[in-house]
């Protein structure tokens, strides 16, 4: 089961929202909250649950921290909320996990380079190629100098010039990437980008 369910948060919650979720529920099914009630062993299972979960999260988002070069300390409020949620997408993203990466992304309002870029990875991951040339397209117009927005844009113009001479031979449209491409691209781009700090 998802432990964001399991929590009843969603993967966009921040870490904060997250420990305040588990120490509710932990309250909640602990076991010396439920000696002799109906259900005792139930709300047993679910306090193991809820410690899972929890563990889960959080080390799955240190993970992501690091792999990104984030720093997580010091970031509480305001667009330091969205610093946080783009963590938990950039995580996502090194998890293979890009429909959630997306999800996090679509709830944060600040939308910087670093935001698009992360969007073009995952829109290519889930195989939406036209919305990731976009979103990348646009990375690289907010930050001409990145390198890693440049090898981005080359990596997502190569494959559909490919694509589209291919396409060509095969009477196929040449608006659209077949699968194994776009999982092929998908696997090229996540070898060039969790190498480094983004």
């Avoid at 099914?29 to 000696?35: F, I, M, S």
């Avoid at 305001?78 to 996990?97: K, P």
């Avoid at 776009?182 to 190498?195: D, E, K, P, V």
């Amino acid at each position: 089961m998802n432990p964001y369910d399991i929590l009843g948060v969603s993967p966009s919650a921040t870490d904060d929202e997250i420990k305040k979720a588990y120490r509710a529920l932990s309250r909640k099914y602990h076991p010396d909250a439920n000696v002799g009630k109906p259900g005792e062993k139930a709300a047993e299972e679910k306090f193991k649950q809820i410690q899972q979960a929890y563990t889960q999260i959080m080390k799955e988002r240190e993970q992501g921290y690091r792999s990104y070069g984030y720093q997580q300390t010091g970031q509480t409020a305001g667009g330091d909320t969205d610093t946080i949620e783009m963590q938990a997408a950039a995580n996502f993203i090194n998890s293979r996990r890009f429909r959630e990466a997306l999800n996090v992304l679509e709830g944060i309002h600040n939308r910087n380079s670093q935001w698009y870029y992360l969007s073009a990875i995952a829109n290519a991951g889930m195989g939406n190629n036209i919305k990731a040339q976009d979103m990348a397209r646009q990375a690289l117009n907010m930050e001409p100098n990145n390198s890693q927005y440049q090898m981005l844009w080359q990596q997502l113009q190569s494959g559909r010039q490919w694509y589209g001479n291919m396409a060509g031979s095969y009477g196929r449209q040449t608006m659209s990437m077949d699968n194994f491409c776009c999982q092929m691209l998908a696997l090229n781009m996540m070898c060039g980008c969790c190498c480094g700090p983004c």
